[in-house]
């Protein structure tokens, strides 16, 4: 397969409207993968932006999880998706802002002009309700599996980078994360293309 930007810029030239889907585990390098992919006619927008607010978390229980697939408006996502496919209008996206950790909606505009819409996000291969209707609404999906001691250790910096100490960081990464990345990892034989890497 030709490497993924030239790839990107092959589905984005297709009939019609297209989804890319990039997954992996926490600090696979999704983001920063699906932003080189941005441009003319292609927009991109994180699952993350589907996370439950973290007052709503915390009524639920499921703060210390935040993360954890049934912390996300899941169904809502799937909901955006099909709009994406089914319409030739403007499409709204929330935003997961990491500065605040938390959602802003209607931050991603999707003009009619989008050919490609890359998708990035951990669950965008698991098998289970409703996450499994998403890859059939994914042209194609890629998954990221970067050296595990290196996507620790991106993790551990982002999480430091929003405030927590060290050891904060270091726990999250080995707990609620660590335990999200086996799950995720599972999910790795659902893609079309897995992308190995530092």
């Keep these: 397969m030709s490497d993924p930007l030239d790839r990107a810029r092959e589905l984005a030239a297709g009939p019609g409207r297209r989804v890319l ?15 080189t992919l941005a441009g003319p006619g292609t927009v991109v927008v994180g699952m993350d932006g ?12 499921r703060l210390d999880r935040k993360g954890a697939p049934d912390t996300f ?16 209008d403007t499409v ?16 991603i505009e999707i003009p009619p002009t989008t050919t ?6 951990n669950y965008l291969l698991l098998d289970s309700s409703p996450w499994d209707r998403i890859r ?5 999906a890629w998954f990221l599996r970067p050296d595990e ?15 927590r100490t ?6 999250r990464a080995d707990g609620s994360d660590a335990a999200n990345a086996t799950l995720i990892a599972a999910t790795a034989s659902r893609a079309d293309r897995v992308l190995d890497g530092p």
């Design 92 to 107: 709204w996206a929330p935003e997961y802002r990491r500065s605040v950790e938390e959602s802003i909606g209607g931050a």
């Design 116 to 121: 490609l819409l890359v998708t990035e996000g």
């Design 149 to 163: 001691a290196v996507r620790r250790e991106r993790l551990i910096a982002r999480h430091v980078a929003v405030g």
């Design 21 to 35: 889907g990039i997954a992996g585990g926490p600090g696979a390098g999704k983001s920063t993968l699906a932003d």
């Design 50 to 61: 589907w996370h439950l607010a973290s007052s709503t978390l915390d009524r639920l229980g």
């Design 166 to 171: 060290h050891d904060e960081a270091v726990a």
């Design 136 to 140: 059939d609404l994914l042209d194609e």
């Design 73 to 88: 408006d899941a169904a809502g996502y799937v909901a955006f998706l099909e709009r994406f496919r089914t319409t030739a």
